[in-house]
């Protein structure tokens, strides 16, 4: 899990241009037209507010039913001016996350998450600061929860370079067990975002989801490691997995669950017995 580059293009702009790509004689266009300047001044507002990381005082505008209807119509994963967002703030990113949702770091981006949801703030549908790059899982799981700051939001938190995702793995005789837990138990996280960062994992599911994803992970890490730890021994892997931590932390985010993981199993002497049983 990595934080984002923010959108840097022109969202009022973009904006225009969406109602521009509109028929000519629609009444929807002609109706969005006559609130050309409103929107500009909630685009301004809500650019203050995400500079300042109050998006909370950002307030609910009272549109009519069919205003909404207009502005939530705008909207679509594959409409140009979503294109145009999506382009933007991958762009900026380093390759290596710009095709994973970071809000969970486990399944491929495939659609526009709405930091303060569309249908509350049908304004903000199509502005670029207000979407966020996610999987259709973890949107799944926002749509359900209208508090936005029940979430971590990967364009203004920031992610702390310690480490609060963890694995024990459990003494288990027939097979290799093990959980993914968070702890702040050093208290170098602050507490308000060390519980958005709980509110997050719990929301999105995440610690069920990356145990799901583990179970691949850990059969090839396992076959992999099998054949060094044979010909190299015990000291020689843990050498090269502290290396590929290092560089993982560096690709994916400090608290990437691999990471976590490896680094668990590497330090624990069930898995190590696991790998002697494996090789005899
Ligand atoms: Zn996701």
Request: hydrophobic residues 35%; neutral net charge; aromatic residues 12%.
């Amino acid at each position: 899990m990595k934080n984002l580059k923010p959108f840097n293009g022109d969202a009022k702009k973009e904006y225009k241009d969406a109602v521009s790509r509109m028929p000519r004689n629609s009444v929807s266009r002609s109706r969005l037209e006559l609130i050309e300047d409103d929107i500009e001044t909630v685009y301004d507002h809500y650019k203050k507010e995400f500079d300042n990381s109050s998006l909370n005082d950002v307030k609910i505008h009272n549109w009519s039913a069919k205003q909404k209807e207009d502005l939530l119509s705008l909207y679509g994963y594959h409409k140009k001016i979503i294109r145009n967002i999506k382009n933007n703030i991958t762009n900026q990113q380093i390759m290596t996350i710009r095709s994973t949702c970071q809000n969970c770091t486990i399944d491929s981006v495939n659609t526009m998450d709405h930091i303060l949801p569309k249908i509350a703030f049908p304004e903000y549908a199509v502005n670029g600061y207000n979407l966020f790059p996610c999987c259709s899982i973890c949107n799944g799981y926002k749509a359900d929860i209208t508090d936005h700051s029940a979430f971590l939001n990967l364009f203004i938190d920031e992610l702390p370079s310690v480490q609060y995702l963890f694995v024990e793995v459990h003494d288990n005789i027939d097979c290799l067990n093990f959980d993914f837990f968070l702890s702040n138990s050093k208290g170098v996280i602050s507490n308000s975002l060390y519980k958005k960062i709980e509110n997050h994992y719990t929301n999105l599911h995440l610690i069920q989801r990356m145990k799901a994803a583990s179970l691949t992970y850990l059969a090839e890490f396992i076959s992999t490691n099998k054949h060094y730890y044979k010909k190299l021994g015990r000291e020689s892997i843990i050498e090269a997995v502290l290396e590929s931590i290092d560089e993982d932390r560096r690709a994916y985010g400090f608290n990437y669950w691999k990471c976590s993981l490896k680094l668990a199993l590497i330090s624990s002497e069930v898995f190590w017995n696991y790998m002697d049983n494996l090789c005899v």
